[in-house]
């Protein structure tokens, strides 16, 4: 891989290019949006907030007037609401150069989403699975497209129990259903560009991870919002590992980026560090047999 400094400066212009920002309503979703339309694309905000996304939008527009910006509702826990979105956004765009898989929820109390999967592996993982599937013809028939999936250093402790995906048959541990989930947006990066691979097809398959960012994901776990204050970056720093992998010319498939300050945890973009249960290839298998058996959308 490449330099370990990156900069918004270093990032090409995206006239004409067209992204989708999953989660863009804050955090490093709405940076990630802002930065990608402040150098020319198109982006659409997939938001399942619609107020707060509009505000978002506004937001954008200030920092970068005339910036192309579009609000979308998407519901990542809620597997119609994603196929309504996929079709949408299909029906009214010619082509998709940027998928950017980033919403997601951090240790919140146990939940299901509205198909019955516990609420962060539903969500983080299931919808971006679910999403990515339905918009793949677009992202085929778009030259140089790719893909974007945000994991965590949380992926680390991340161990997936495949024979009880959902939490049925142990206590619920709402720490480690997060680290699972992380692990699975990088099983999910491995499987998805080695079938892109296999078939000589777009789109390209990158990750990223923004070490500790200030943001709400937080909201659930006190601990960290407070030590956040004093560790965390703040999200435009947070958005760059993901900038970096949707736009570096010389990012590779499965490239993982993440900041490369002590520990991984703030910084510039660089190369990131990836558990040996994240490289496993019968685990990622795994995981997409049961994402498409869970979600019924297959690819
Ligand atoms: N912050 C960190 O230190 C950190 C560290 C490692 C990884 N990450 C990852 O970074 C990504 C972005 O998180 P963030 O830190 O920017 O947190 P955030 O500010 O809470 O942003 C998360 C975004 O995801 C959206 N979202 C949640 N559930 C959704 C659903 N069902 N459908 C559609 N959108 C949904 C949220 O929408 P609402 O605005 O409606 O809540 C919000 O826009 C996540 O994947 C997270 O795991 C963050």
């Known amino acids: 891989m490449q330099a370990a400094s990156w900069s918004i400066e270093d990032m090409p212009a995206q006239d004409g290019r067209v992204a989708i920002v999953t989660g863009a309503s804050s955090g490093i979703g709405l940076e990630t949006a802002r930065a990608l339309a402040g150098k020319g694309a198109g982006v659409t905000l997939g938001v399942r907030d619609r107020e707060k996304g ?5 937001a954008i527009r200030a920092s970068h007037p005339g910036a192309q910006v579009a609000v979308q509702h998407l519901d990542l826990a809620d597997l119609a609401s994603v196929r309504a979105f996929a079709d949408t956004f299909q029906g009214e765009h010619r082509r998709l150069d940027l ?3 980033n919403a997601g929820v951090m240790m919140c109390p146990f939940a299901t989403t509205r198909d019955g999967f516990e609420i962060q592996f539903g969500t983080n993982h299931l ?4 999403l990515t599937g339905h918009l793949l013809p677009l992202l085929r028939a778009t030259g140089d497209s790719r893909v974007v999936n945000v994991s965590s250093l949380a992926h680390w402790r991340g161990n997936l129990d495949f024979d009880d995906i959902n939490w049925q048959r142990r206590a619920y541990d709402s720490s480690q259903a997060y680290c699972d989930s992380k692990l699975a947006n990088l099983l999910f990066t491995l499987q998805l560009a080695q079938k892109m691979e296999a078939s000589g097809d ?14 709400d994901l937080q909201r659930h776990v006190w601990k960290y919002r407070f030590l956040g204050l004093f560790m965390g970056q703040d999200s435009a720093m947070g958005a760059l590992p993901t900038l970096r992998a949707a736009t570096d010319p010389d990012a590779l498939p499965v490239d993982y980026y ?5 520990k991984e945890m703030r910084g510039p973009p660089a190369a990131a560090g990836r558990s ?7 685990a990622a298998e795994t ?3 049961l994402s498409e058996e869970l979600t019924g959308v297959s690819y």
């Open 54 to 58: 509009n505000r978002a939008a506004d």
């Open 127 to 130: 919808g971006h699975f679910a």
């Open 287 to 289: 995981l997409w047999r």
């Open 276 to 282: 040996e249960r994240a490289r496993e290839r019968s």
């Open 258 to 262: 993440g900041p490369s300050g002590k």
């Open 99 to 101: 998928l950017i898989n």
């Open 202 to 215: 777009n789109p390209m398959v990158t990750a990223a991870h923004p070490g500790w960012t200030r943001t």
